[in-house]
T-cell receptor, first 113, second 114 residues
Framework: DAKTTQPNSMESNEEEPVHLPCNHSTISGTDYIHWYRQLPSQGPEYVIHGLTSNVNNRMASLAIAEDRKSSTLILHRATLRDAAVYYCILRDVVQGGSEKLVFGKGMKLTVNP | NAGVTQTPKFQVLKTGQSMTLQCAQDMNHNSMYWYRQDPGMGLRLIYYSASEGTTDKGEVPNGYNVSRLNKREFSLRLESAAPSQTSVYFC?????????????FGSGTRLTVV
């Protein structure tokens, strides 16, 4: 499975934008980039995913480097409810490829009031 | 609300006891998964079911069995619980194993084996 590298932790201030980086230098052409987050005492929650182009949804934006070796999850205005562990995961969708989401340790985001 | 429902939410077992963790989803998803999460760790896949009638081992299947009862339900059984199985167990579902969309997770079962 292709691996991702994230900082162990980050801090941000409430109502400010926050950029969460992820490196995935061994990404293959068929890997989607997925982001999940896990709030305290809850199951992981899907945030966003993309393949090559930047993506936006109601929760966040995903900026993908042109060479796809890195990506950045952008929370436009952090709130206290965004404090969570964020996971950057590669998912191969080619038939016969890995069917599982492989979670690393993720990155803990602290949001200061 | 649509989603993944896990029961029970909490359980304490004695070493050697058996139990079944239940999981049901109402989103008509084809694929279902069982993960465990130990303190300070990421999730590790125990078993998964790509579609009704099929099950496959994940990263840490030893000590567990699963049953895909129907399209909605996927249960995880511990035949003889051990302290090393103390963990939080999450069930998840997705539209298809190879689909690019996200998984939906349940809220977890916190299991303690003493």
């Amino acid at each position: 499975d292709a691996k991702t590298t994230q900082p162990n932790s980050m801090e941000s201030n409430e109502e400010e934008p926050v950029h969460l980086p992820c490196n995935h230098s061994t990404i293959s052409g068929t890997d989607y980039i997925h982001w999940y987050r896990q709030l305290p005492s809850q199951g992981p929650e899907y945030v966003i995913h993309g393949l090559t182009s930047n993506v936006n949804n109601r929760m966040a934006s995903l900026a993908i480097a042109e060479d796809r070796k890195s990506s950045t999850l952008i929370l436009h205005r952090a709130t206290l409810r965004d404090a969570a562990v964020y996971y950057c995961i590669l998912r191969d969708v080619v038939q016969g490829g890995s069917e599982k989401l492989v979670f690393g340790k993720g990155m803990k985001l602290t949001v200061n009031p | 609300n649509a989603g993944v429902t896990q029961t029970p939410k909490f359980q304490v077992l004695k070493t050697g006891q058996s139990m079944t963790l239940q999981c049901a989803q109402d989103m008509n998803h084809n694929s279902m998964y069982w993960y465990r999460q130990d303190p300070g760790m990421g999730l590790r896949l125990i078993y998964y079911s790509a579609s009704e009638g099929t099950t496959d081992k994940g990263e840490v299947p030893n000590g567990y069995n699963v049953s895909r009862l129907n399209k909605r339900e996927f249960s995880l059984r511990l035949e003889s619980a051990a302290p090393s199985q103390t963990s939080v167990y999450f069930c998840a579902s997705s539209e298809a194993p190879q689909g690019p969309r996200g998984y939906t997770f349940g809220s977890g079962t916190r299991l303690t084996v003493v």
